[in-house]
């Protein structure tokens, strides 16, 4: 996408850093529990406290997280990282620094492939993945003076994903903040949860001309949808162009996104490494890895996204927009392959999930483990479909009458006598009485106008209560009319 300004077109240049919460019992350094919700300071050890004294222990869960989400991202896991201190004050970070990986980290340089309308992907950069722990978190409306301190996030394990600056819309920054989450949720190294902020992003937005040297970035801090992180980076993107076309230049700042208001604004001038004082953790170790546990680890993997995508795509013979948003949710991708496995159709069988069941999902607001009809109930609608006891017009109604009752197809379909009419003495009854009663109707058609032959066909579906077999319907019609 480029931005049209005074001067000519803009290049909008994105580079995310996702924080994704591991999946683990326990924390990053300490044993205190994860669990989201608990009452505030009632998941605190004297480590996340930081109370003198106190030594990081770490979690072997966390890494062989961080390993799984490295593999996931086709991306070099390193034998050999480090865990440095990054110092700065703040009220909910009790020790005074965070501990975090800096020159070192556990996973170094991947890519991923997102997935774009139209069934097209593009490959985004990663440069790499670090292990680090959470903050605490500070509550400002419990009291008009006064701010609270939780200390429960504080110590919980983190992965800091970033990508190379390789994303140019805020499209792209959305499939690949969607593929992200898939990605992980597929890995279970991350529930992906973003209201719950189990999954945040902080967005670098720069513009350039075409081609030209990459420009100042702005860092939008801890956007939590995926929505907003579009909404910011456009924003963003159209201000900086403004900016430097009225003469002025970007300064290198943290901003913020007033989802209210659809803006960012600044929150303070961007902040270096060296400001940090990053120093190797005098308390841990170096983290080394044992090449056979990676390896054990990589032979663990479960199909991925991507992998998925393509088996639907060559198996099924699906198109790949199709395939690829079937795939995004686990559980969809297995819905799906429950009703579509051994059908003569597989087609028709993707049709109704994305269309028909994903719709009237969203409608009720439910995903698809709360469904009201199954896999293998989605499969006996299909069922009478292609063994023609119903027509494709009646399987919607009886669609509707199954997610509203949660019945079996064929239980509805016998208690409202739908059953489709493939008799064809029945349908040659309904269809004398058609050109019966449209004599004039009739005489048209003949004279030389076979358009009319759809309004006969109307006709007859509709004598039937849409019952009849459409095929016997064309066929009888077509001879009947003749003359
Ligand atoms: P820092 O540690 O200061 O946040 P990094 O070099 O780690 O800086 O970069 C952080 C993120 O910023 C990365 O995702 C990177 O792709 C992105 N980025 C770097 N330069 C630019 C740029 N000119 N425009 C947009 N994004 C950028
Ligand atoms: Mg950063």
Request: proline share 5%; charged share 25%.
């Amino acid at each position: 996408m480029m931005i049209e300004g005074k001067t000519g077109s803009w290049e909008i240049v994105i580079g995310l850093e996702v924080h994704a919460q591991v999946v683990s019992q326990a924390k990053l350094f300490s044993g205190a529990s994860t669990a989201f919700g608990a009452e505030p300071n009632s998941q605190v050890s004297f480590v996340d406290a930081a109370f003198p004294g106190m030594l990081p222990v770490i979690n072997r869960v966390c890494v062989e997280q961080a390993v799984r989400t490295g593999l996931g991202l086709n991306a070099t896991i390193n034998e050999h990282s480090v865990f440095d201190r990054k110092n700065y004050f703040y009220p909910d970070l009790p020790a005074g620094y965070q501990i975090s990986q800096y020159k070192q980290p556990i996973v170094s340089e991947g890519w991923i492939d997102i997935d774009l309308p139209g069934g097209e992907t593009k490959r985004v950069g990663i440069e790499r993945l670090h292990l680090e722990q959470d903050a605490g978190k500070s509550i400002h409306d419990q009291h008009p003076q006064k701010t609270y301190i939780d200390l429960n996030r504080s110590g919980v394990a983190l992965m800091e994903i970033v990508s190379k600056p390789e994303m140019r819309s805020p499209e792209e920054a959305g499939a690949y903040m969607r593929k992200i989450r898939a990605l992980v949720r597929y890995l279970g190294t991350c529930d992906g949860n973003m209201e719950e902020g189990s999954l945040r992003c902080d967005a670098n937005v720069s513009v350039r001309k075409p081609g030209g040297e990459l420009g100042t970035r702005c860092e939008i801090k801890n956007v939590n949808s995926i929505r907003f992180v579009m909404q910011a980076i456009e924003y963003e993107a159209r201000r900086q162009v403004e900016v430097i076309e009225d003469g002025g230049a970007i300064r290198q700042e943290t901003r913020l996104f007033d989802s209210g208001k659809g803006v960012t604004r600044s929150m303070r001038s961007k902040e270096h490494a060296h400001d940090y004082r990053y120093f190797p953790d005098p308390d841990l170790l170096p983290l080394v890895l044992d090449p056979k546990w990676i390896a054990e680890i990589k032979a663990s993997l479960p199909e991925l996204p991507d992998a998925k995508k393509a088996r639907f795509v060559s198996d099924f013979k699906l198109t790949p927009y199709d395939a690829s948003v079937l795939v995004a949710e686990k559980e969809n991708a297995a819905f799906f392959e429950t009703v579509a496995t051994g059908r003569k159709d597989p087609k028709l069988a993707a049709n109704w999930v994305i269309v028909e069941l994903f719709g009237a999902l969203n409608r009720l607001g439910k995903d698809i483990a709360s469904s009201p009809i199954s896999a293998r109930q989605l499969a006996g609608l299909l069922d009478l479909m292609e063994n023609n006891t119903i027509s494709g017009r009646i399987a919607k109604d009886v669609f509707g009458f199954m997610i509203e009752t949660g019945k079996d197809a064929a239980t509805i379909v016998e208690e409202r006598g739908l059953k489709q009419v493939t008799d064809s003495g029945a349908i040659e009854t309904a269809i004398d009485k058609v050109i019966a009663d449209n004599a004039a109707k009739v005489a048209e058609y003949r004279g030389g106008k076979p358009a009319l032959f759809g309004w006969f066909v109307g006709q007859v579906m509709k004598a039937t209560g849409g019952k009849a077999n459409p095929a016997a319907v064309n066929d009888i019609l077509k001879k009947k009319l003749a003359g």
